[in-house]
């Protein structure tokens, strides 16, 4: 052994029949190594003796390496089904609502022709359904308007506006 002073410390273990180890980097191996001194007993000598073993870190935590590689993995892995999932809740929820706000542009420009319509049983679905409703009222109203317009330019003034049909609740 070397005479630097980690290296006198192993000798004196050695010397008490004492085990130790040692870390450091092997050049050689390109490797953190660990180095563990078992003091042994050779015939009836009184020389103390040691069998070294040196163990290369990078085949110890190759599994534990390979482990945290896999953890990360599956994590990224579970990261994107997570992000792909908010993106098509969040798409099954503006998606109606865009459809919805379509129509209700169209109905704001007098347009009645296009309607909603969707089988939602959800809260989205309770408000498409709310505004086929009130187009259809809409609607109707125009139409008993002009009815009654007409009526009035022909001269009929006893017709009489079907008011009951448009009673809120």
Not at 17 to 22: D, E, F, L, M, P
Not at 78 to 105: D, E, N, W, Y
Not at 119 to 138: F, K, P, S, V, Y
Request: glycine residues 6%; neutral net charge; proline residues 2%.
């Amino acid at each position: 052994l070397g005479a630097t002073e980690d290296w006198l410390t192993v000798k004196e273990h050695i010397q008490q029949a004492q085990a130790v180890t040692r870390a450091e980097y092997s050049s050689e191996l390109h490797s953190d190594i660990q180095i563990i001194f078992a003091p042994i007993q050779l015939g009836r000598t009184t020389t103390p003796w040691a069998v070294a073993v040196t163990i290369p870190m990078k085949h110890v935590l190759k599994a534990t390496t390979m482990m945290v590689y896999k953890s990360v993995g599956l994590g990224v892995g579970a990261l994107g089904l997570m992000i792909a999932a908010i993106f098509l809740i969040a798409r099954s929820i503006t998606q109606p609502l865009h459809q919805i706000i379509c129509v209700a542009k169209e109905l704001a420009l007098g347009n009645f022709a296009r309607n909603v319509s969707m089988a939602h049983n959800d809260e989205i679905g309770h408000l498409a359904r709310t505004c086929q409703t009130m187009q259809e009222t809409i609607r109707d109203v125009l139409i008993e308007t002009e009815r009654l317009i007409t009526a009035v330019q022909d001269g009929e003034l006893t017709m009489r506006g079907q008011a009951e049909r448009f009673q809120g609740k």
